[in-house]
Structures are given as C-alpha cells and as structure tokens.
C-alpha cells in the first residue's frame, strides 16, 4: 500500500486499505453508507468494534439526490440523537456522494469532527474524497453550499472497483482523462496504451491509475487549498458539466458522463479562440471514446443549461470563466467566453 501525503490528511492507495484504520481513538464513530456499499462498510465497521469504538451506523438510499441540506439535516439530527461528540468522527463509505455528504456534515456538526473516508468508486478514488471539498447540492446547481475540510485520512482500495455496475465505473474515467487533459501527458498516453486492461478491471492497471491521478490533485491541492489561483485547473470540464448535470436534475447523466461531455464542449470552445489546435480535440474525443464515455447528449434545453452556468461558483462579476486546454497535459484558467460562442458549444453537444 502507498502513502501520499496532502496537507493535514494521508492518502493510502492499494490492497487492503479497508480494513487499514484499525483503532481510531475516537468517542464514537458514525458509519456513513449507502445501500450499494453496505458489504465494503462491514469490513470497516467490524475493525472499529473490534477495537472497542462504538459505531452508528447510517445507511442511505443510493444516488446524487442525497447531496442536499435536507439529508445532511437529518444526519446532523441522528448523529445528536445517538450522543455522538467532538471526539467521534464520521467514517463514510461510499462514492462521490457519500465523500462529498460525508465530510459536508463532519464539517459541520458541533463545528467539526474528524472524518475518514473510505471510497468504493473510481469518481470518489480519484476526485470526490481528494482534496478536501466537501459540498451538497441546491436545486440551481450542483456544490452550491459546501466547506474545505480535510480528512484525517483517505483509503483507496482498487480492488473494489472490480465490482462496479459498469456504467458507474466508465463514469468515473471521465475524471480519469481530465488528470492527463489538465497536467500530464504521460498518463493521457498510459491511458490509451492500456486501454484494454483498463476495460478488463486488470488489478494492476487501476492501482497505476488511482495512484497517478491522486498524486496529481494531491500535489495540486498542496499550493492552492482553497482555490484561489491554481486549483481551479481541477475544474476542466465541470463548467459545462456541472451545468449539464443540473439541468438534467441530477438523474439524467451521472457525473463523470456529464465532465466528459464539458471537456467536448470547452475543448471546442478552447479551438474557437484559437487556444488549442484541432488536433487536441481529436485526440481528446478520440481517447474519452475509446473509454466508452459520452461527447453529446439529447434532451437538455440550452435555456436550462445556461441558467445554471450562471451560478458556477468560478464565476466573477456575473461572467462565466472557463479553464480551456492548451495542449494535453497543459490548460489555461479564468478564461473569459463571450455568451454566443458558449451558446454554439452546447448547441454541439446538446444535439
């Protein structure tokens, strides 16, 4: 198992991380999980009692329809009710959603609590409980009430991902893809090149590949934690996406499809202002299909789609700021577009 460092939290990518934590010196412990992930929680829950921690255990109905004020309410709620105090911590076992709702309500209950994450999806291993945002959705948009709050602690075990509903796993590909879009070219060439072991689950390959791309966000997150300058590189593909999410209320495409499509749309937009050759695009398309993922979707009124670009939380003074490719591996941030050219993107996607 590997060890990455990030600020004041630890990242452990590899075999066995599940069951890695061991006795936490906790009060208490609230056991987050969704149905779907109830059989990766017990590993994790068995290992507390083990070492005498005494666990709640919460468990949710699956989806991205959790992230919101309402559930993270009641979790407060339930937490409170079963006596937990400032020296429990909140242990979430799940995918993006429960990373994200997770380390939102530790955040946020008695003003802070220690939290461990234990991800079961690549999204979640590569991107929702890296970094430390935590965040819950409002009906206009995705992330829109949030904090930065660092894990004590990250456990990525590759091995879980062999399990994944396909669809969920391709998803997470799409963040997978923007590392080697936004930083490194390397690993955009090791994706193509192991294209099959990748669509094989190979144990090997997806040890690389969650390894890499934390790395790279973990080293992004360590100069600018709270996003004032650099780290909005992280965010190639989500202006578009996070919109395109939103207007399809959350359940239409899953998050990863939705980057995949964004990084289509502002990888056009990077051409049209003469940023990327339309090479890049090609190899981009290229690459982002080979790993079964999305470039267009039906169905989306542009009407919606830009109501909600218009609260992304990048943008300033009312106008909405991109971060446009330069060349794969390289991107550009803060990137201003005028309305018609975004409006003959999503028109391009959106078909």
Not at 35 to 50: I, T
Not at 180 to 201: C, P, S, T, V
Not at 209 to 232: F, L, M, P
């Amino acid at each position: 198992m590997r060890e990455i460092p990030l600020l004041s939290s630890r990242i452990y990518v590899g075999a066995g991380a599940l069951t890695a934590p061991g006795a936490l010196s906790a009060s208490g412990a609230c056991l987050l999980t969704d149905r779907n992930c109830l059989k990766y929680a017990k590993p994790v829950e068995d290992g507390l009692k083990a070492a005498g921690t005494p666990v709640y255990r919460i468990v949710l109905p699956p989806g991205e329809v959790q992230k919101s004020l309402a559930t993270a309410g009641k979790l407060h709620q339930r937490m409170a009710e079963a006596g937990l105090d400032r020296k429990a911590a909140v242990l979430a076992v799940g995918g993006g959603v429960i990373s994200d709702l997770g380390g939102f309500v530790a955040s946020t209950y008695m003003r802070g609590i220690r939290v461990h994450l234990f991800p079961t999806t690549l999204l979640g291993q590569v991107d929702a409980a890296i970094g430390g945002k935590t965040g819950v959705n409002l009906p206009q948009g995705k992330n829109l009430v949030g904090t930065f709050y660092q894990p004590t602690a990250v456990f990525c075990d590759p091995a879980v991902l062999r399990t994944l509903p396909p669809r969920e796993y391709v998803s997470g590909l799409g963040e997978v893809v923007k590392y080697g879009m936004i930083r490194d070219a390397a690993l955009f060439e090791y994706i193509e090149k192991n294209i099959q072991g990748i669509r094989d689950r190979d144990p090997q390959v997806l040890d690389e590949i969650v390894y890499r791309c934390v790395a790279i966000k973990a080293d992004v997150v360590t100069r600018d934690e709270k996003e004032s300058g650099e780290r909005a590189i992280l965010n190639y593909g989500h202006t578009i996406g996070h919109a395109l999410e939103a207007a399809g209320g959350y359940r239409l495409l899953q998050h990863g499809e939705a980057v995949s499509i964004g990084m289509e749309a502002e990888a056009i937009l990077s051409m049209e202002l003469g940023i990327a050759p339309l090479e890049l695009l090609a190899a981009q398309n290229r690459l982002l299909k080979l790993c079964g993922l999305p470039t267009r979707v039906k169905k989306l009124p542009e009407k919606k789609v830009l109501a909600a670009l218009k609260l992304d939380k990048k943008n300033v003074s009312g106008k909405t700021r991109f971060v446009l490719p330069e060349s794969i591996g390289k991107v550009r941030w803060g990137v201003e577009v005028a309305p018609d050219l975004i409006a003959a993107a999503l028109r391009t996607v959106t078909v």
